[in-house]
């Protein structure tokens, strides 16, 4: 079985602010981990993800995230947020076969 | 085409209609899944194809819901006797040989409420 959780709804920042958003995930097998972006009315695009290469991914758009086997996480950072990084984030495991499982969300907000 | 792209992008229909949802994948894509996203949540997973046969459709709610890839190229996702809790966004991604762990490229999905 394999599941992730996003521990943060929603999170806040400033423009020009670190971003944190957090996943921790369970996997039966060696995981292969996703962030996925949603913005209104548009299509999942996908950040970053890990396949068992470095630990440190890194993404589109200045994200990068941490694959910390020991803690079970896969944290999404940016060290300076934009107006145009709001949107919803989500983190997604998929072990040995197709089956992706989502987080339930992190809507991050960017505030002038 | 340059993405995945899916019709139509809302349809409102009434309880115990039938629906039929496509979804067109990138050219050259061998897979493609299905997934339903309700009001607040992540995608969930329905049904993924390798190909023109279904590989796994263990996400299928139940059997009002039914998919087909006839050519290994469009897929239609139909819903018989639709209720009200099926109204959410349907999402189509598809990668290029489904390979475990291989990226996704998802459509803008299709908004559906039934009444």
């Known amino acids: 079985a394999q599941s992730v959780t996003q521990l943060d709804s929603h999170v806040s920042v400033s423009e020009g602010t670190p971003v944190l958003l957090r996943c921790n995930y369970s996997?039966?097998?060696?995981?292969?981990l996703f962030w996925y972006v949603q913005h209104p009315n548009k299509g999942l695009q996908l950040l970053l993800k890990?396949?068992?290469?470095?630990?440190l991914v890194k993404g589109i758009n200045g994200f990068e995230a941490e694959f910390k086997k020991s803690e079970t996480s896969f944290h999404l950072t940016k060290p300076s947020a934009h107006m145009s990084d709001a949107a919803e984030y989500f983190c997604?495991?998929?072990?040995?076969?197709?089956?992706?499982?989502f987080g339930a969300g992190t809507r991050l907000t960017v505030k002038p | 085409g340059a993405g995945v792209s899916q019709t139509p992008s809302n349809k409102v229909t009434e309880k115990g209609k039938y629906v039929e949802l496509r979804c067109d994948p990138i050219?050259?894509?061998?897979?493609l899944y299905w997934y339903r996203q309700s009001l607040g949540q992540g995608p969930e997973f329905l049904i993924y194809?390798?190909?023109?046969?279904?590989?796994?459709d263990s996400g299928l709610p139940n059997d009002r819901f039914f998919a087909v890839r006839p050519e290994g190229s469009v897929s239609t996702l139909k819903i018989q006797r639709t209720e009200r809790g099926d109204s959410a966004v349907y999402l189509c991604?598809?990668?290029?040989?489904?390979?475990?762990?291989?990226?996704?490229?998802f459509g803008p999905g299709t908004r559906l409420l039934v009444l």
């Open positions: 997604v495991v998929s072990s040995n076969n197709n089956d992706m499982r």
């Open positions: 991604a598809s990668s290029l040989t489904g390979t475990p762990g291989g990226t996704q490229y």
């Open positions: 050219s050259g894509h061998t897979a």
């Open positions: 996997s039966s097998y060696s995981p292969s």
């Open positions: 890990y396949t068992s290469a470095a630990t």
């Open positions: 194809f390798q190909g023109t046969g279904a590989a796994d």
